[in-house]
């Protein structure tokens, strides 16, 4: 098939791929895992990570350098503020053997290469855009579970603005956990070290006062109790500076108790929450949320029933235009009769008659003329024509055409509806025309032309005449039209087809032309035998319908019986919105199948590799004109002469 072939092909079946993406949007929604299936297979590659900000407190004068940053991140990540928060998280702190361990035998049980060696691998990678997770490198790491749900925490201090960033990275609720909880726990630490240093203080102030105090009553009773001056004067000095001291000592406990026991010098700026942390897209993998698995599901339904209806076309191809009819016949197409939408009810109504002004009856009238140009230009009749004047005969234009066979490869093709439009645009030129159903298995021309089924062919026998043909005919509607209705439908077929046959000699002695319809010809033997018997015949194909090999076998069928085939008309076929109203004049140009010298047309300039016919077979500009003329038969001497054997590109071979 071409490539205007595909577009026609999705122009008429795109509900398919329509149907095909949303089976598979609803599959990829139906079959979507669970969030901890999710968690489990996209562990390895993706994160999120949350942060905790913390800042200096400046409110007792403290200059933000004189915080040791790097002690506090150490203390957040090491010592008990991590096993704290940990423990809070129900979590376990990572030990690289034990990971080890729980990841070989998650492996083992799962046959090799689970998703836990993936972690593992994962968690000791050197890879530096992957954070490491192994303490002593700025970050400590813990899993809650399992290694499926790990997470680490890092801690980075700025001395230059007064922070500490304490960030987690991990699932996204769990890593905003993690990442308060240590903050949390590092402030909690921090206010208990505060507490633990100012009792201290508290303490060693009274010890050293009661100390003091002791002294200064132990002077007293000395100095009272010696007499040297010298001595006393002494003891009195002394005194004075222990009180001095125990003054101090008063002093610093009153501003220990006034100032408390105080708090962390940090205080939090921001904390970590959900819709602020961050989406980590590791190497090695990807994520689909619920709208991107649909969206990938119905790309996969799409292409697949794509592909399937590609696969159909071309195991089933179909005819569909004309270079592939005529590839497929190997004779030329005659004529096309274009697709026409109609109601059930207007099924049996002859256009031609009923509607002279359409689409479809010029069509018609297009096949009518091209049947008469064709059979002029025909080998067989040219041979004849030669043949008679060569024994004196006086026949110039070889015979005309008497009797014609419409026959198809299989069932509905358009053969019955062709019969009678033909036959009424025959009756249009004032010949008389009688048309013989030879269906008789499955007759359909009494609808056509609403007539009895009686009487029909059944009542005559195999020595015909035209008297006897004569009682049966029926008038119809159509002036200039009568009808041989078709033999009952349980007469022998090998005695209803010799009356036919019969029928059909009978009817030249009565009217101008005599138009047959027959069965397939590939599902009974009846359409050869009577292709035997009548001037000429026709192939009619359904565009879409009509399957290439069908045409194919036909076509050869009638070539090994030797019958005169005028060519193939393809029935319903689509010519765009360029055909129009009067589209019907390229009807005409089918009668040969020719263009006109050196002309190319748009379709060959916008698709050059269509291939076109061989120059041998253009017509001159008389035979042209020849196709536009009027139905009345055509005499030979205005065509060119030509011979059974005279090219071994004739459409006819």
Not at 247 to 273: F, H, I, K, M, V
Not at 305 to 330: F, H, K, M, P, Q
Not at 345 to 352: K, N
Not at 477 to 484: N, Y
Request: aromatic letters at 6%; one cysteine or more; proline letters at 6%.
């Amino acid at each position: 098939m071409r490539p205007l072939d595909y577009l026609r092909i999705l122009r008429r079946r795109w509900w398919i791929l329509v149907v095909g993406a949303l089976i598979g949007s609803l599959l990829a929604f139906a079959t979507r895992p669970s969030e901890l299936t999710v968690l489990k297979a996209t562990a390895p590659s993706i994160a999120y990570r949350a942060q905790h900000l913390l800042q200096s407190v400046d409110g007792d004068g403290t200059s933000k350098r004189a915080v040791d940053y790097d002690r506090l991140a150490l203390n957040t990540i090491a010592g008990p503020v991590p096993e704290a928060a940990i423990k809070s998280l129900g979590g376990t702190l990572y030990n690289p053997a034990v990971a080890k361990q729980q990841g070989t035998t998650a492996d083992t049980k799962a046959g090799g290469g689970g998703a836990n060696s993936q972690v593992r691998d994962r968690l000791n990678s050197d890879n530096p855009g992957v954070p490491s997770v192994r303490q002593g490198k700025g970050v400590v790491s813990f899993y809650i579970g399992d290694l499926l749900h790990y997470v680490t925490v890092a801690a980075v201090p700025d001395p230059a603005t007064g922070a500490l960033s304490i960030s987690a990275t991990g699932g996204k609720e769990v890593a905003v956990q993690a990442a308060n909880a240590f903050a949390d726990e590092l402030q909690k630490s921090l206010v208990a070290k505060a507490k633990a240093r100012y009792d201290a203080s508290v303490l060693r102030t009274r010890t050293e006062r009661d100390g003091l105090t002791s002294q200064l009553t132990a002077l007293d009773g000395q100095i009272a109790l010696t007499p040297d001056p010298v001595l006393h004067n002494q003891l009195a000095q002394r005194r004075a500076n222990l009180t001095t001291r125990v003054d101090e000592l008063n002093q610093t406990n009153l501003g220990l108790l006034r100032d408390g026991p105080g708090g962390s010098p940090l205080e939090t700026l921001s904390r970590a929450s959900l819709g602020l942390e961050t989406f980590i897209k590791s190497p090695g993998g990807s994520a689909l949320d619920p709208n991107q698995r649909m969206m990938l599901g119905g790309a996969i339904g799409f292409f697949l029933s794509l592909a399937l209806l590609v696969i159909t076309e071309l195991l089933g191809a179909r005819i569909r235009d004309v270079a592939g009819t005529e590839g497929a016949a190997r004779m030329p197409v005659i004529a096309e009769i274009p697709v026409v939408k109609m109601d059930r009810a207007d099924r049996f109504i002859v256009a031609t008659s009923a509607a002279p002004a359409s689409l479809t009856a010029e069509a018609y009238r297009s096949l009518r003329t091209s049947l008469l140009a064709m059979w002029q230009r025909h080998p067989k009749n040219v041979a004849y024509a030669g043949s008679g004047a060569a024994n004196g005969s006086g026949v110039h234009g070889g015979r005309p055409l008497r009797t014609l066979l419409v026959t198809s490869p299989g069932p509905a093709e358009g053969k019955s509806i062709s019969v009678v439009n033909l036959a009424a645009a025959f009756a249009e030129t004032g010949v008389s025309v009688i048309v013989i159903d030879a269906d008789f298995r499955r007759p359909t021309q009494t609808r056509y032309f609403d007539r009895p089924r009686n009487p029909n062919m059944g009542d005559l026998d195999l020595t015909c005449e035209p008297d006897d043909l004569e009682a049966i005919l029926q008038e119809t509607d159509v002036p200039g039209v009568r009808l041989a209705a078709s033999a009952p439908s349980k007469s022998d077929p090998g005695h209803a087809i010799a009356v036919a046959k019969a029928a059909v000699a009978a009817a030249m002695q009565l009217a101008d032309i005599v138009i047959v319809d027959s069965p397939p010809i590939l599902l009974a033997n009846d359409a050869a035998d009577l292709a035997l018997g009548v001037d000429a015949s026709i192939l009619l194909a359904r565009s879409g319908w009509t399957r290439r090999s069908g045409i194919v076998s036909a076509a050869e069928l009638l070539r090994r019986l030797e019958a005169t085939v005028i060519g193939v008309v393809i029935v319903g076929a689509e010519h765009g919105v360029r055909a129009g109203y009067y589209g019907y004049y390229g009807y005409y140009g089918y009668g040969y199948g020719y263009a006109h010298p050196g002309e190319v047309s748009i379709v060959k300039r916008l698709l050059p590799w269509k291939g076109g016919r061989k120059a041998g077979a253009k017509s001159s500009p008389a035979t042209r004109s020849t196709v536009a003329m009027s139905a009345a038969p055509i005499a030979s001497e205005h065509l060119p002469p030509r011979t059974a054997t005279s090219d071994p590109d004739d459409p006819w071979v």
